[in-house]
């Protein structure tokens, strides 16, 4: 099973991924780390954990449809099977879906399909402020046609605590993040290598 990540900024959930790749605890083969922004930390962490990486903006390929299409191309280039959406910020369309049907999964720092979209961990802080939640989470899902939906494949509560500010309420659920993330993705690829399929 060749695998390719996809992110879009500082690449934490990136690196504790790949680690587990090279040491062999996830199963199957980490190829490629792909991300929408040149300078983003992510690149150097690939190349300090020697992971091929490649990187080019929507802008300089001129619209969505063609930085998919090459994007499309480039994983084919490196005969990808399954894709990991770590912090890729950015709608994934239907080129790169048609192309993996329930291949790829996605990262969610919210309980979907509570706070879907952009800033989930700052909307739900600002409820609990509001006296409306007690707890958000961690979602772990195959990604469809729709924003932060499709099939659940795991979740985890985090509590928030009446100290908490928004940082330390980040900063668990990064901690939250980097457990169960490679912990979800080991159990998709190996039930998919148990019953052979790519």
């Not at 990187?55 to 299409?69: L, S």
């Not at 990604?143 to 985890?156: F, K, P, S, T, V």
Request: hydrophobic share 40%; charged share 20%; aromatic share 8%.
């Amino acid at each position: 099973m060749r695998v390719a990540i996809l992110a879009s900024g500082n690449g934490t959930n990136f690196e504790a991924l790949a680690r587990q790749f090279t040491t062999g605890e996830i199963p199957g083969d980490l190829v490629l780390l792909f991300c929408n922004h040149p300078d983003a930390p992510v690149m150097k962490r690939a190349a300090r954990l020697h992971v091929p990486a490649k990187a080019w903006t929507v802008k300089e390929c001129g619209g969505k449809e063609a930085y998919e299409q090459r994007l499309l191309t480039l994983l084919q280039d490196y005969q990808v099977d399954f894709v990991i959406l770590a912090g890729y910020l950015r709608v994934v369309g239907p080129t790169i879906l048609n192309a993996y049907p329930h291949s790829i999964v996605n990262l969610h720092p919210a309980l979907l399909p509570h706070y879907k979209g952009l800033h989930a961990i700052e909307r739900a802080f600002a409820d609990f402020q509001a006296g409306k939640i007690h707890q958000t989470g961690v979602t772990v899902h195959f990604i469809d046609d729709q924003l932060d939906h499709g099939e659940n494949i795991a979740q985890r509560v985090v509590p928030i605590k009446s100290d908490d500010t928004a940082a330390t309420l980040e900063a668990r659920i990064h901690e939250t993040e980097h457990q169960l993330f490679p912990q979800a993705v080991k159990e998709v690829l190996q039930q998919r290598m148990n019953k052979g399929e790519k």
